[in-house]
Structure formats: structure tokens, C-alpha cells
């Protein structure tokens, strides 16, 4: 069964846009080999993450992630089956900031005071926004 799981978190340390780069790339790497896909983006010390994959992988990678000290106060925002992946071409895209519609500095703040309540049509549109704007190289060289 294929999983989509998005969180937000905190990073530990400021991280500037080429360390979230190299972030990314690193777990290109790996997600290619696990057949895992999604994007990453980081803002004002904030990260979203959405992951993609077969279940059993995806919950291992996730129960990787919770426990990476990188970050912290991480919150499952959404986690659902799902007919197909969002993000079929990204092994780990990163998504740029962005002078978006969304306002992240005024979200990010309330989906945490949510504990990630918001609604699913909320998020599908941020990520229809992250599709939109992801980048680095789909397919890095292994
Ligand atoms: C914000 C964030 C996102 C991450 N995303 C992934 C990812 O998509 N794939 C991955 O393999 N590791 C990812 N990691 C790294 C994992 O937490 C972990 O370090 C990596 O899977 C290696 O785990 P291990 O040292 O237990 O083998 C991420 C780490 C952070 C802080």
C-alpha cells in the first residue's frame, strides 16, 4: 500500500538554503533506492517534509526521521494511502522559498497550535504549491 506522510518541524540549527540542499541531495540518495518520493522545504527555522512510498519503508524512514536530533517538536500533519504519488519525479525535491500566497511565518505558528489539524484540502494545496515550485535534480547520480 502506497503512504503519504507530511510533518513540520523545528531545525535545531539554523540551516542556511545550500545545508538544506545537501540535505536533500543526501536523502535523494537513499530514497531512491527505497523507492521513496516527496519534497522538503524550509523556512524561517521551520521544516515541512512530505514522503511517499510503500508503507513498510515509509514507516521505517519515518521512524528515522523522528528520531534525527537535526530537528525537533515534529508534528504529523497528514498521514494517508494514497491511489498515486504526488511527487512521482522527486526522490527529495527541495522546494525554494517562496513569495507564495501561503504565508508560512503566519501558518506555521497555527498549524502547531492545531497539533496539525488542519484540513486535508489545506494541504493539498501546499503541496500543490510545492509541486509546482520543486527543484533540484530528480535523479541524482548514485
Ligand atoms: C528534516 C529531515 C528530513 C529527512 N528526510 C530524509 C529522507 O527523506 N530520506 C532519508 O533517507 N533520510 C532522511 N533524513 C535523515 C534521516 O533522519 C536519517 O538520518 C537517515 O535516514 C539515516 O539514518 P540512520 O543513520 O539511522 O541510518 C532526514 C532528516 C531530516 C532532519
Not at 31 to 39: F, H, S
Not at 98 to 121: R, T, V
Request: aromatic share 8%; with cysteine.
Amino acid at each position: 500500500m502506497l503512504l503519504q506522510i507530511v510533518y513540520l518541524s523545528k531545525s535545531t540549527s539554523g540551516m542556511s538554503p545550500e545545508q538544506v540542499t545537501e540535505l536533500a541531495r543526501a536523502c535523494a540518495q537513499t530514497n531512491k533506492t527505497q523507492g521513496i518520493t516527496g519534497v522538503l522545504y524550509h523556512h524561517n527555522g521551520h521544516f515541512i517534509q512530505c514522503i511517499e512510498g510503500e508503507d513498510s519503508k515509509l514507516i521505517t524512514l519515518y521512524a528515522q526521521i523522528l528520531n534525527d536530533p537535526r530537528h525537533h517538536d515534529i508534528l504529523t500533519a497528514v498521514i494517508k494511502p494514497i491511489e498515486e504519488r504526488m511527487f512521482p519525479e522527486w526522490h527529495m525535491g527541495v522546494v525554494p522559498e517562496m513569495q507564495a500566497e501561503i504565508d508560512f511565518d503566519k501558518i506555521l505558528p497555527l498549524e502547531a497550535a492545531s497539533k496539525g489539524h488542519w484540513n486535508e484540502a489545506t494541504w493539498a494545496r501546499i503541496l500543490d504549491s510545492f509541486r509546482l515550485a520543486a527543484v533540484l535534480d530528480p535523479y541524482p547520480e548514485s
